[in-house]
């Protein structure tokens, strides 16, 4: 059913920077007027959004409450197995439908508000005194409770991994993630069953887009990360590069780990911190297994808009990144193995989990400099970030001193937002 978003005119939002993808204003980060047009043009237009993955609602009555953008939905399975996703909003006053994460064993949702119940499908089917008491009050003849449901979200799976979409003309998934994309998806989760290890959500001081930049950013992987350099994880100076869709604003970065590099010469040429002397009390952390034949040791993938595959040594977790204001934004992580793992592989797989997330050796930085961007350019809306690291286009690359995959995602974002 067609509904009034009620967002601002396009007209309200200043002309782009005439540099083009190498100029970033940063007023995208700050305007509220900004912030609503993207959840109506790009989280509820021709995007696909992760939602979940296809294990965590296996079975009959099994959901669980996710997102796209900032619109609450629900996944589940109904009684014929098939996979269902809608809005979770009640028809009636708007009440969330569905109050927990995950359940299961679900037979329908009943609204708490006023007793609005819905299918597995999101169809209304039951009202409250609909034909009121002692002949008095109630719904007039009219309504008709097949024309009020919450909008039903379009399903797609790939590799386990569950996407969504609001709309009809979004291209199919795998026509939208692109031929770079599905085999880089399908070398870490083809042919394997995940299983969920761990959880953790963290509440980032900023906009959703300057975690995305980040997530992008293989210039600053080894700077900002002491620990890479450290223990010698990753390096610019690695075999490696990164991967930029045709649309600009899917990605790759990964590198090969090579013993036989010099340690740190080039960073200490730079003048830059490279070694923090500190040593593992328990160097098992970064002792692993044999996975992969191609000898990468760590890959960042995203999809545009919002998600996150990440493989670091055997440590495999999902991100899926939730915009809750222009300077808030909810990160979740899902660490995960795989069912065939040995209960040894498994927990290699939570030692390794501590390099990633809020606290994790590599990762917790990530968790702030976001924030100290927003602060930063508080008084300077009309100043512009500068991306001219590798040139100015959004290609692939064999070099990661290269911000073409950031230049990727706002190539993207401003076709989408049609800026």
Not at 140 to 162: Q, Y
Request: aromatic share 10%; with cysteine.
């Amino acid at each position: 059913m067609p509904q009034d978003t009620g967002l601002a005119a396009a007209d309200a939002i200043p002309p782009w920077p005439s540099e083009g993808l190498t100029r970033i204003p940063y007023w995208v980060f700050q305007r509220e007027d900004v912030y609503a047009a993207e959840q109506e043009r790009l989280f509820q237009g021709p995007t696909w959004s992760y939602l979940c993955l296809d294990s965590e609602v296996a079975a009959s009555g099994d959901y669980r409450a996710t997102s796209i953008g900032d619109a609450p939905v629900v996944v589940v399975r109904d009684g014929s197995g098939n996979l269902n996703a809608f809005e979770n909003r009640c028809s009636h006053r708007g009440a969330l439908i569905c109050l927990e994460e995950h359940g299961k064993g679900q037979r329908d949702f009943q609204c708490v508000y006023h007793g609005w119940s819905y299918d597995l499908a999101g169809n209304l089917t039951g009202v409250a005194f609909k034909n009121g008491v002692k002949g008095q009050g109630g719904m007039p003849k009219t309504f008709r409770m097949e024309d009020h449901h919450p909008r039903k979200v379009r399903l797609a799976t790939l590799h386990g991994l569950v996407f969504g979409t609001f709309s009809a003309e979004a291209p199919s998934l795998e026509d939208y993630l692109g031929p770079e994309i599905v085999p880089r998806i399908a070398r870490v989760l083809a042919g394997k069953k995940p299983v969920v290890l761990n959880r953790v959500t963290q509440v980032l001081p900023n906009n959703w887009k300057l975690y995305i930049e980040n997530v992008k950013d293989s210039y600053h992987a080894s700077i900002l990360h002491l620990f890479f350099t450290t223990f010698q994880l990753n390096q610019l100076s690695y075999k490696g590069g990164i991967v930029v869709s045709e649309a600009g604003g899917s990605h790759i970065s990964y590198n090969q780990l090579d013993t036989k590099a010099a340690i740190n010469k080039d960073y200490a040429a730079q003048q830059l911190r490279s070694d923090s002397k500190y040593q593992l009390a328990d160097p098992s952390l970064l002792a692993g297994f044999h996975e992969w034949d191609d000898g990468i040791t760590l890959q960042i993938l995203s999809v545009f808009p919002t998600f996150v595959l990440q493989q670091i040594q055997n440590s495999v977790a999902l991100r899926r990144i939730v915009p809750r204001s222009t300077e808030e934004t909810d990160l979740h992580w899902t660490i995960i193995g795989f069912e065939t793992d040995t209960p040894e592989q498994h927990m290699v797989r939570l030692k390794q989990a501590n390099l990633i997330g809020p606290a994790g050796f590599i990762s917790m930085e990530d968790g702030c400099v976001g924030g100290f961007v927003q602060r930063g350019v508080k008084a300077v809306p009309n100043a512009r970030a500068v991306l001219e690291m590798g040139g100015a286009e959004a290609k692939s690359s064999d070099s990661r001193v290269n911000e073409a995959s950031i230049r990727g995602f706002w190539k993207q974002y401003r076709s989408t937002m049609g800026l």
